[in-house]
């Protein structure tokens, strides 16, 4: 089966930039949200972008044009019955994605390929609320999906060797690079990258360094584009817990257990960026500064 018509659920950030790419990419898409509201922003989100890929001279009138007429918009879950894929970017929460996806195989046609953005918890547990095991993939886009290269493909026990060179073949037309995992906690990048980001947390409680040398150390020590402290604002400190008690829960590594700092910073609400405040203070998202924590 050919894809052609796909399915967004969740318009925020991650799905309005994967419904992007993939209007970009040529194909017919809708979007839904859980209510009208959030349903309006999110199409606003990629409008916006939309508007500035024409300010930079990226896509003309025409172009902006026809990838509009091929953005549609869906109030409820049976109005996606005739996408060939659907792609779940909602909270990272399983009960949420598990009511999702069975609600969703109730309204969509049988040959629908079900895809998952999460970043962390378990595709195959995800998977077993439809009956379509064969046809669930993982499908971790990074973020901002319109930026990153990367798209980490999941495979579980189950998943059809067709249904995933099908949608391996779907990230590359989406001009991405598809690199594939089996299904265990935090797949490939989150596995690796998570201890990495512990680690310096930890670095910051026991004293090691100040925030901003410990950053510096590793930018300029590494080469690395952002030092690890600023990355894990980006992210969430909010977002880095969560996924660090469940890649603690799957594996029982010491490597992954959240330090009492991060644990802190998230019950005060310093989750990074979003909030104005995690390890930077970035009331000027230009210039963030390290924030005064008596850490």
């Known amino acids: 089966m050919a894809i052609r018509n796909i399915g967004v659920i969740g318009c925020g950030t991650m799905g309005a930039g994967i419904a992007q790419i993939a209007l970009q990419a040529g194909y017919l898409v809708t979007v839904n949200e859980v209510n009208l509201e959030l349903l309006d922003k999110g199409l606003g989100r990629i409008y916006r972008s939309l508007d500035k890929m024409q300010e930079k001279g990226q896509i003309d009138d025409a172009r902006k044009g026809e990838m509009t007429k091929r953005l549609l918009s869906a109030a409820t879950l049976d109005e996606l019955d005739q996408c060939d894929l659907v792609i779940e970017a909602v909270v990272e929460s399983l009960d949420v994605k598990t009511k999702l996806f069975a609600a969703l195989d109730a309204a969509c046609k049988k040959g629908a390929i079900f895809a998952s953005n999460t970043s962390s918890l378990s595709v195959t547990q995800i998977a077993t609320a439809t009956s379509r095991l064969k046809q669930f993939v993982g499908l971790h886009f990074f973020n901002p999906p319109t930026l990153m290269p990367l798209v980490e493909v999941i495979k579980t026990m189950t998943t059809d060797e067709a249904v995933l060179q099908e949608i391996i073949e779907f990230v590359r037309l989406l001009k991405k690079v598809p690199i594939v995992a089996k299904d265990s906690a935090g797949f490939i990048v989150n596995r690796l990258l998570t201890p990495y980001l512990l680690d310096a947390i930890r670095a910051v409680g026991d004293g090691m360094g100040s925030v901003e040398d410990i950053d510096a150390g590793m930018k300029l020590g590494c080469n690395y584009p952002m030092g690890p402290l600023m990355l894990a604002d980006f992210i969430g400190l909010d977002v880095l817990y969560n996924a660090a008690n469940i890649l603690f829960e799957e594996y029982r590594e010491k490597r992954y257990a959240p330090p009492p700092v ?28 390290p924030a005064q924590l008596a850490i």
């Not at 998230?266 to 963030?288: C, E, L, N, R």
């Open 262 to 289: 991060l644990k802190r910073l998230v019950i005060m609400g310093y989750m990074g960026t979003k909030a104005g405040m995690g390890f930077y203070d970035w009331s000027d998202p230009k210039k963030p500064k």
